[in-house]
């Protein structure tokens, strides 16, 4: 039985382990410092399908396939899977998954998805709602682009605050495992707002969620930076990491040295033009479940936090002249 | 701690229970058959705010307010809030739940949404996760109806198939506590897609995930229609109800007798004009938290299952010409 510490600190009791996990990625991706973690891509940006929305779909499902696959369980033995993404109605999920015959419980984080899905799954397993579950998403430069910003063949200019959508998707399997890294600690986040309304602003936006949920879990654990490997962020980007650390700091945590934020990881900003960084719930989702839990597999990392960001925003919020509120869930991962 | 039987049902153990609900709805629905049921309405479409969308935040936050002061709690007592509605990335439920300062765990489940977040907050209060969680949802007729299909001003005309998307909004408060209705089961759906592609006929495209829902928890429990006071659906309207009824006999159940559609029972389709019935997340919604816990107030249920039903497509799966993906949670609530 899981209990509840400090303000909002979930300890499980039954060590709800990443028995498996799967990425996959777009060209560009793969193209980036990180090309040699990824179980998968396609050159294809439409990875065979129709269309650009379809490629997202065929993402969650190829990631999914790949995590279980590694941990030799099939769909029947999923109790329930927690899946979303950016698309409208997150139909990338829907479609995606909707001939798996899995159990589905739709969720919506904006890019703070993998964590929120993750934690959703922990609780699950922990719990024994289910004995394994699992979280998915994904994200798609194209799609997004499309549904957030303007068509592409607008070919249209971006401030350098902006941040470029990760064509990817990242799954993990969730079930009790005693030789795997698993989830120890987890922070639902609050919605914290202070009224950025840039839409090509989005890591200041999310910042001050993250500080919020990260300085909220120290102080409910009584720990800090120098208690883990390792302090993931989803994609503030440049800005918004810059950002976070002035904000962690006023409150008395230097995150500086164990800090990386996984949209500025997944590519390289010198020479891949993506201006502030990489974005999108495939960002985090897929650095998640390649980079990292490569790092757990090699002994590297024994104990890490990692927070998915989100905006809240939609095209029609920003239209109606609303700010962007942002969100930040926490997982605290142990081996 | 809470089991799994079957295939895919959940009995928990600590009785998580209706501690508070609240509900608001439209003037068109105050002018319907439940008019006596609901806690507060508005004449103003839009509930004083500038657009369709801000006052489907607006129902959001009243409902959950309306919930907290029935049972006398305030929303710092709230660890953990799942939220969802059918607007682009559930900006009803981000904007209206912001200021709050709740732990807030996004959920997409379309007009499944209120049976998904009584799930997930159930779950997490049954396994210590949280002390008292919450479940709210939403739609807006204006604002749907602008986002999947005409701007109002065209005055479209719909066909007998179509359902009216019900403005109202609805909220659960879940704790412990011994004297009130409590979620005894739950199941979450499966996707199920027969193929039907009329974004006009939704009922017939959720009915197959309904029917799949409802017989596999019959099955999971050994129990069938004659062992409960009621058996609720969402919003399948009249076309959907039918082909329900079709679905269950074929696997020999007569659920006639038992059930009702809360997308019948919130309009009177003589006079209002609904074509097929009511529809929307917050259709199910505003018929749970009112008249269905009413009647557990006053003793006449004692033990039903409520079933939101909910069709996965957004504008751009109907424009690319896919079919209309289905799905159906399912909670067994008892007194």
Known sequence: MAIK????????????????????????????????????????????EESFEKAESRMQKIAVETALRKCQKSESDIDVIFAGDLLNQCVGSSFGLRGMGIPFAGIYGACSTMTLGLILASICVDCGVADCAAAVTSSHFCSAERQYRYPLEYGSVRPQSAQWTVTGSGASIISCCSDK??????????????????ANNMGAAMAPSAASTLVGFFEDTSTGPDDYDGIFTGDLGRVGTDLLYILTEQNGFNIREKHQDCGLIIF???????????????CSASVLNSYIFHRFESGAFRNILFMSTGALLSPTSTMQGESIPGITHLVNIKT
């Open 5 to 48: 510490i400090g303000k909002s600190t979930i300890i499980f009791n039954k060590k709800p382990a990443v028995a498996g996990y799967g990425s996959v990625v777009g060209k560009k991706e793969m193209e980036g410092p990180l090309s040699a973690e990824f179980d998968s891509y396609d050159t294809d940006i439409r990875f065979g």
């Open 181 to 198: 890294p698993y989830i120890d600690k987890a922070t639902f986040g609050k919605i914290v707002d202070l009224g950025v309304k840039d």
């Open 268 to 282: 390289d900003r010198k020479s891949q033009d993506v201006h502030s960084g990489g974005s999108g719930c495939g």
